[in-house]
């Protein structure tokens, strides 16, 4: 933890001279609305996205593989793609004029609302499950959000949140429902992130699956991208997720063409998996579409990969990166291992370890 000059406490995301003073802005109601929200979206714009597309070559060459990016979102503030839809959610509650802003997480999620919140001052309330435990409870405690601990799973901890909410009349930030067109256009910006630097489509796009919201956002960005003329294809979509403990990976193993439900009595979760499983993916039926419609692959990947994995990229590429988030490059490797990849593009999501 450091003490700002100005007497902001922060622990991991720290706070520029520059954005408190927009934050600032944002915060005094002596100015107009308008001049509130464009202080607020110029924050967006220097916090948010433009994350590097870096080509793995140390990689490439270990694993026999050719033209392999990472698209690395561990730049965004709390050091995951999470911030793109937080602030998002943030800045439709603030043009609303919402004063408190609720939403359920496992951890990182949580740390994205509740920087944004502090940001444009807004009130936070995070819900999280009792038996979760995350590392990061005092970085949103850092940004003034209220901790409510209920019991049970994520997803009943979600729809209990959302019911609070509801009954308060605070804006939701729960995923799925009317939430999910905002928060797939705010994913969708990483598609054309990624064309914008090789300018055209990668042959596969591989991400770590949970609530399967990210991989919808980005295959609609991508679609958005072929529809318009900009790219000569849509990328195949490579979802990974903890083994046997997703409805997305599993729907697509069994040939569904909706997202069924897992068992929840089956599920166990573990610090490597604790980000990517759920008995409900509240997106799930958009990612397995993306999945389906792409021609792609959905693959359950073991704990012990994912933290063997996370250790390789750091020796490797030098990022310390989270270990769940390397379950969709772990899907698109095994896929080359089973049958040679052609030299072609190929681009993994990862996220940072904090």
Same mark, same amino acid.
């Given at each position: 933890?450091?003490?700002?000059?100005?007497?902001?406490?922060?622990?991991?995301?720290?706070?520029?001279?520059?954005?408190?003073? %927009?934050?600032?802005?944002?915060?005094?109601?002596?100015?107009?609305?308008?001049?509130?929200?464009?202080? !607020?979206?110029?924050?967006?714009?220097?916090?948010?996205?433009? *994350?590097?597309?870096?080509?793995?070559?140390?990689?490439?060459?270990?694993?026999?593989?050719?033209?392999?990016?990472i698209k690395y979102e561990g730049e965004n503030p709390s050091g995951t793609q999470k911030d793109r839809i937080a602030f998002a959610?943030?800045?439709?509650? !603030?043009?609303?004029?919402?004063?408190?802003?609720?939403?359920?997480?496992?951890?990182?999620?949580?740390?994205?609302?509740?920087?944004?919140? !502090?940001?444009?001052?807004?009130?936070?309330?995070?819900?999280?499950?009792? *038996?979760?435990?995350?590392?990061?409870?005092?970085?949103?405690?850092?940004?003034?959000?209220?901790i409510i601990r209920l019991p049970g799973s994520y997803e009943d901890t979600v729809v209990e949140s959302s019911k609070h909410a509801?009954?308060?009349?605070?804006?939701?930030?729960?995923?799925?429902?009317?939430?999910?067109?905002?928060?797939?256009?705010?994913?969708?910006?990483?598609?054309?992130?990624?064309?914008?630097?090789?300018? =055209?489509?990668?042959?596969?796009?591989?991400?770590?699956?949970?609530?399967?919201?990210?991989?919808?956002?980005?295959?609609?960005? !991508?679609?958005?991208?072929?529809?318009?003329?900009?790219?000569?294809?849509?990328?195949?979509?490579?979802?990974?997720?903890?083994?046997?403990?997703?409805?997305?990976?599993?729907?697509?193993?069994?040939?569904?063409?909706?997202?069924?439900?897992? =068992?929840?009595?089956?599920?166990?979760?573990?610090?490597?998996?604790?980000?990517?499983?759920?008995?409900?993916?509240?997106?799930?039926?958009?990612?397995?579409?993306?999945?389906?419609?792409?021609?792609?692959?959905?693959?359950?990947?073991?704990?012990?990969?994912?933290?063997?994995?996370?250790?390789? %990229?750091?020796?490797?590429?030098?990022?310390?990166?989270?270990?769940?988030? *390397?379950?969709? %490059?772990?899907?698109?490797?095994?896929?080359?291992?089973?049958?040679?990849?052609?030299? =072609?593009?190929?681009?993994?999501? %990862?996220?940072?370890?904090?």
């Amino acid at each position: 933890m450091i003490n700002l000059l100005d007497g902001v406490k922060t622990a991991e995301i720290r706070v520029t001279k520059e954005v408190k003073i %927009l934050s600032d802005m944002v915060k005094d109601q002596s100015l107009s609305m308008v001049d509130r929200i464009e202080s !607020f979206e110029d924050i967006m714009s220097m916090e948010i996205g433009d *994350t590097s597309l870096h080509r793995a070559r140390n990689l490439e060459r270990e694993l026999n593989i050719r033209q392999l990016y990472i698209k690395y979102e561990g730049e965004n503030p709390s050091g995951t793609q999470k911030d793109r839809i937080a602030f998002a959610q943030v800045h439709d509650a !603030f043009r609303r004029s919402y004063d408190v802003i609720s939403l359920a997480t496992c951890g990182n999620y949580g740390v994205a609302v509740a920087y944004a919140a !502090f940001l444009a001052g807004l009130k936070c309330k995070i819900y999280i499950p009792e *038996t979760y435990h995350t590392e990061r409870i005092n970085e949103m405690q850092n940004f003034n959000a209220e901790i409510i601990r209920l019991p049970g799973s994520y997803e009943d901890t979600v729809v209990e949140s959302s019911k609070h909410a509801a009954e308060n009349e605070w804006y939701d930030a729960n995923p799925g429902g009317a939430n999910t067109p905002l928060q797939i256009s705010a994913y969708a910006e990483i598609a054309n992130e990624i064309y914008d630097q090789l300018r =055209d489509a990668p042959k596969y796009l591989a991400a770590p699956v949970s609530n399967g919201t990210l991989l919808a956002g980005v295959y609609r960005g !991508f679609v958005s991208l072929y529809k318009r003329g900009k790219t000569s294809r849509i990328p195949k979509f490579i979802a990974g997720s903890a083994a046997f403990k997703n409805p997305i990976i599993t729907s697509f193993k069994a040939g569904l063409d909706n997202c069924k439900d897992i =068992d929840p009595k089956l599920i166990k979760e573990t610090a490597i998996n604790e980000p990517l499983i759920n008995w409900h993916s509240f997106d799930g039926n958009e990612a397995l579409y993306a999945i389906q419609q792409s021609n792609g692959e959905a693959h359950h990947v073991s704990d012990k990969k994912m933290r063997e994995m996370s250790s390789f %990229l750091h020796q490797k590429e030098g990022y310390r990166i989270l270990p769940a988030s *390397t379950s969709g %490059l772990i899907a698109l490797l095994q896929i080359h291992e089973d049958n040679e990849l052609i030299n =072609d593009r190929y681009v993994a999501i %990862l996220t940072a370890r904090r």
